[in-house]
């Protein structure tokens, strides 16, 4: 993977984890302005994952990495992101795919007694595309 330096994320946390990824999945966004988009395509997209707590576990992970890398990889790599259950009712832009990653990654977070948090979503569509997806305080839990 080609080294990068992201978009950085202010926070007080003691520990920041910066998880990078990539997987390769085909989409399609059918509408009239996604011009030829709306044709079947594919990509490899790169993602960066920045989350950052002050307790670690009993191991001494914010969270292992092995397990962030099975939620998002495992998720996607080599499918149709239409099919996949998440974009039911909705196309999946690179927008989506981030709030999408967030969201499973936050999830396994608030499974975990240290209180973590992912702060950063980072994906990149292309060479000359990406999103960074950062949530709101409210979007966390307690």
Same mark, same amino acid.
């Given at each position: 993977?080609i080294?990068?330096i ?5 926070h007080?946390f003691?520990?920041e984890? @910066?998880?990078?990824m990539?997987?390769?999945a085909? =989409?399609?966004i %059918?509408h009239?302005a996604?011009?030829?988009c709306a @044709?079947?395509h594919? =990509?490899?997209?790169?993602v @960066?994952?920045t !989350?950052a707590?002050?307790e670690?576990?009993?191991?001494g992970f914010? !969270? &292992?990495?092995?397990?962030l890398k099975?939620?998002? =990889?495992?998720?996607f790599? =080599? $499918?149709?992101m239409? &099919?996949h %259950?998440a974009f039911? @009712?909705m196309?999946p $832009?690179t927008?989506?795919?981030a709030?999408?990653i ?8 608030d499974?975990?007694?240290n209180g973590?948090?992912?702060l950063q979503?980072?994906?990149r569509? $292309?060479? $000359?595309?990406? !999103?960074?997806?950062?949530p709101?305080?409210? &979007?966390?839990?307690?």
């Open positions: 993977m080294q990068q992201y978009p950085s994320v202010a007080d003691r520990y984890l @910066n998880k990078d990539h997987f390769a085909a =989409h399609f %059918p009239e996604a011009g030829v @044709n079947m594919g =990509h490899t997209y790169f @960066n994952v !989350i707590g002050d670690l576990d009993e191991v914010l !969270i &292992d990495f092995k397990e099975r939620a998002i =990889h495992g998720a790599d =080599h $499918t149709v239409n &099919d %259950p039911t @009712n196309y $832009t927008e989506r795919v709030a999408y967030w969201q499973a990654v936050q999830q396994k977070l499974d975990k007694p973590a948090r992912c979503v980072f994906v569509e $292309t060479p $000359t595309s990406y !999103i960074c997806y950062r709101k305080a409210s &979007d966390f839990r307690g």
